[in-house]
């Protein structure tokens, strides 16, 4: 997709290129332990963006597309 952006990173935004929204996911193992947790995926959206020649994970709220 390759569109100009800003990020928002510590409060700063930094001229980006946009690449694009991926889905991440993660197992969670079962715990072993009595009353721990049942273990599952955790999955949610982020952005891909291209920031001084190297591609970033980013919060989809970070992103800001120029008009």
Do not use: W
């Amino acid at each position: 997709m390759n569109k100009d952006c800003y990020v928002n990173i510590k409060n700063k935004l930094l001229e980006a290129k946009f690449v694009g929204i991926f889905q991440y996911s993660h197992v969670l193992e079962p715990s072993m332990l009595k009353g721990g947790r049942p273990g599952g995926v955790i999955a949610y959206p982020i952005a891909i963006v291209e920031l001084n020649g190297k591609f970033k994970e980013v919060k989809l709220s970070d992103v800001t597309f120029r008009r």
